[in-house]
């Protein structure tokens, strides 16, 4: 079954500073990667996906990800945190069972970003 | 353009009560529907998911049930609450198959039960 681990329970980084939050990923097959975030008592929202193609993902308020198939990850990355980034954090994995798609989620990286 | 809408935001209900919690979509056909439950703020546990009327699969034994009424409307329930079914439940969609898509969530409901 395919699965993604977020070591990290939290991250804490300085306002203006470059962020990294982790994820691994165990898939078999071409993996299709996602990060989502939640603010407080909020929905998830979409950042972006690893299909195909470019390593490097941009997406959504600055984010981007780096897909790394020889260390199984999908790290994402801000080169300037911002307060406003300060939030949950969620990677997924596409998985295919019984003949329909879901998403399996990692269990969050709580970003504080520090003024 | 797609939307989705949860309802009701917060529900505080006794323990032995019933509960109904909606979900639609709007502006797509088929969507597959989806029901997680986030427990203390991190991890999102599947609950339910349904791929078309009247098709629902349970990922999980629970206190809960789901019912997909139309092709999109998706329905939580329970008969008697407990005090275990607290947390935040979130409906997503996604178009059926194909192209990874991605979910696009609800804006969750806030279940407390008393």
């Known amino acids: 079954a395919q699965s993604v681990a977020q070591p990290e329970d939290q991250v804490n980084v300085a306002e203006g500073n470059p962020l990294t939050v982790k994820c691994t990923y165990s898939?078999?097959?071409?993996?299709?990667l996602f990060w989502y975030v939640q603010y407080p008592n909020r929905g998830l929202q979409f950042l972006l996906k690893y299909i195909t193609g470019d390593n490097l993902v941009k997406g959504s308020y600055g984010f981007e990800a780096e897909f790394n198939k020889s260390q199984t990850s999908f790290h994402l990355k801000k080169p300037s945190a911002l307060v406003s980034d300060s939030a949950l954090y969620f990677c997924a994995v596409r998985d295919w069972t019984s003949g329909t798609y879901k998403y399996i989620f990692g269990t969050g990286t709580r970003l504080k970003v520090l003024a | 353009s797609q939307t989705i809408h949860q309802w009701p935001a917060t529900l505080v209900q006794p323990v032995g009560s019933p509960l109904s919690l909606e979900c639609t979509v709007e502006?797509?056909?088929?969507?597959?529907l989806y029901w997680y439950r986030q427990a203390a703020g991190r991890g999102l546990q599947l609950l339910f998911y349904s791929v078309g009327i009247g098709q629902i699969s349970s990922e999980v034994p629970q206190n809960l049930s789901a019912s997909r009424p139309q092709d999109r409307q998706f329905i939580l329930s329970s008969k008697k609450l407990l005090l275990s079914d607290s947390g935040f439940y979130l409906c997503?969609?996604?178009?059926?198959?194909?192209?990874?898509?991605?979910?696009?969530f609800g804006s969750g409901t806030r279940l407390t039960v008393v």
């Open positions: 502006g797509t056909s088929n969507p597959n």
């Open positions: 898939v078999s097959g071409n993996p299709y």
């Open positions: 997503a969609w996604s178009p059926p198959d194909r192209v990874a898509y991605g979910y696009t």
